[in-house]
């Protein structure tokens, strides 16, 4: 484990502020520091805005500081929006950069960090590397493999079950861990449920943190393999997007203002290889699955969950439950790295990385 110095600490602290508003930009915290007392911070705006290092620089005399910033900065690329951080550090006289990782970015890997070595300024990387990483991994993910970060969540009853619908139970758990599952909706770019749990529960999928709608909302993913949501779903409208293999209702959700990608049936669903190229494509580097069963086990059987969120309530189901995975679905056994339990009285979160995918 690489050690964190204290000014990269607050520079993690700087990053998480600005997770779930900088995509596909990476979220990134600065730290600008002068004979050991910090002058300035700076986090990642909003796609277009400025990125940490210039926030940092921003109206302050940096000539002789120290530049404390999680990600390598960037350089120039076509298409890029704002100036590359690296010229405003070498025009703001910072004696020495201090960088958590490398950016995997293409046009920016090693780039940044040698354009700032030939300019005469010392340059430290691997401060706080593996809390970078973790902070990080839905970007580290995305750039690597071109697909998005894909949590599965869902709650358990302490036998094993998902809900009891027969018998009126379909929320397991307490206001506690729902106000934890709303504070992870306000930071991913979207939320993935299956027809099932819109046609089941008709559910509003906004983050909520606090009770309070939060300024940024994810986008609504719904898998609609044979077309069957009702163009009156809360689910549906700006926002949303369905994706089907079924072109039934396409005209009338359409008409709500929710996008409708036309996808490669598979079985009874969709081709999810092809939805999760399509939802790249608009810049999704982070999602929540929060299906029910028969979603999530397919998630699970092609390997796309990268972290598990699961919920475990006080309560025993029995027969009356439903199994998380239905019957007649294999996939393999998956044992969760990186262990960490969150007490929620009276509910507790597990939470892990499935290892289907990490960054190196």
């Not at 210039?54 to 000539?63: E, G, I, K, S, Y």
């Not at 010392?122 to 809390?131: L, N, Q, S």
């Not at 106000?179 to 906004?206: C, F, K, N, Q, Y």
């Amino acid at each position: 484990m690489a050690p964190v110095s204290p000014f990269m600490a607050l520079a993690l602290e700087a990053a998480l502020s600005a997770r779930g508003r900088t995509s596909p930009n990476p979220w990134v915290g600065a730290v600008l520091v002068r004979d050991g007392r910090v002058i300035s911070t700076g986090a990642t705006a909003e796609f277009g805005g400025p990125h940490a290092e210039a926030a940092a620089l921003t109206d302050v005399d940096a000539r002789g500081t120290t530049l404390y910033t999680t990600l390598e900065p960037c350089m120039p690329f076509p298409g890029k929006q704002t100036r590359p951080c690296v010229d405003a550090i070498i025009e703001s006289g910072v004696a020495r950069v201090v960088i958590g990782i490398e950016d995997p970015h293409r046009p920016v890997r090693s780039r940044g960090v040698a354009s700032l070595r030939e300019a005469g300024i010392e340059v430290d990387v691997g401060d706080g590397a593996d809390e970078v990483m973790k902070v990080l991994r839905p970007y580290l993910k995305f750039r690597a493999t071109g697909r998005p970060y894909v949590i599965a969540k869902f709650a358990l009853s302490l036998d094993g079950r998902v809900g009891a619908p027969a018998a009126g139970i379909r929320q397991l758990t307490s206001s506690s861990a729902l106000e934890r599952a709303h504070m992870d909706r306000a930071w991913v770019d979207a939320i993935l449920v299956g027809s099932g749990t819109v046609l089941s529960d008709d559910p509003s999928l906004t983050a909520r943190p606090g009770g309070a709608m939060a300024a940024r909302q994810p986008l609504r993913i719904i898998l609609d393999g044979r077309g069957r949501v009702p163009p009156a779903s809360r689910t549906l409208g700006r926002g949303a997007i369905v994706c089907t293999a079924n072109s039934a209702n396409s005209r009338e959700v359409a008409a709500t203002g929710a996008i409708v990608l036309q996808l490669e049936s598979a079985g009874a669903g969709v081709n999810l290889d092809q939805m999760f190229q399509a939802l790249s494509e608009r810049n999704v580097m982070s999602m929540i699955a929060e299906g029910g069963p028969t979603l999530l086990s397919s998630l699970f059987a092609g390997r796309y969950v990268d972290e598990v969120h699961a919920y475990i309530a006080p309560v025993v189901l029995g027969g009356a439950g439903t199994p998380l995975a239905p019957a007649g679905v294999q996939f393999e056994i998956t044992v969760l790295s990186e262990v960490v339990v969150e007490t929620l009285p009276p509910d507790v979160l597990i939470r892990g990385y499935t290892g289907d995918w990490s960054p190196s």
